[in-house]
Nanobody, 125 residues
Framework: QVQLVESGGGSVQTGGSLRLSCAAS?????MAWFRQAPGKERERVAT????????YYANSVKGRFTISEDAAKSGVYLQMNDLKPDDTAMYYC?????????????????????WGQGTQVTVSS
């Protein structure tokens, strides 16, 4: 069983930065960050295919967020810059989408086998 543990969430003001971490119990070839705000569906924020280091992003975060693998290859980071109130949500790490790690297939939350418990990000105006 793969375990994913997120950390790094918190409260910041608009324009601030946070870095989320997801520690995995073993290296995964495809990892993603999702977020879910109250009353909204879970949204894919970023995906990383760790074998080729190819990343995909939601349009709403392109140019502001960066997903990367940690140096020990035991998880991923999500660097979030220029944060906005609309970024407020619970952020979840996920791994191993059953349909593969393409840009389209990695969008579907229900296809991921493993999930972390989430970390809260709150951005105030």
């Amino acid at each position: 069983q793969v375990q994913l543990v997120e950390s790094g969430g918190g409260s910041v003001q608009t324009g601030g930065s946070l870095r989320l971490s997801c520690a995995a119990s073993s290296r995964r070839s495809c990892m993603a960050w999702f977020r879910q705000a109250p009353g909204k569906e879970r949204e894919r924020v970023a995906t990383l295919y760790t074998i080729t280091n190819v990343a995909y992003y939601a349009n709403s975060v392109k140019g502001r967020f960066t997903i990367s693998e940690d140096a020990a290859k035991s998880g991923v980071y999500l660097q979030m810059n220029d944060l906005k109130p609309d970024d407020t949500a619970m952020y979840y790490c996920a791994a191993d989408p059953t349909l593969g790690c393409s840009s389209r297939n990695s969008l579907v939350a229900t296809e991921y086998k493993y999930w972390g418990q989430g970390t809260q990000v709150t951005v105030s105006s």
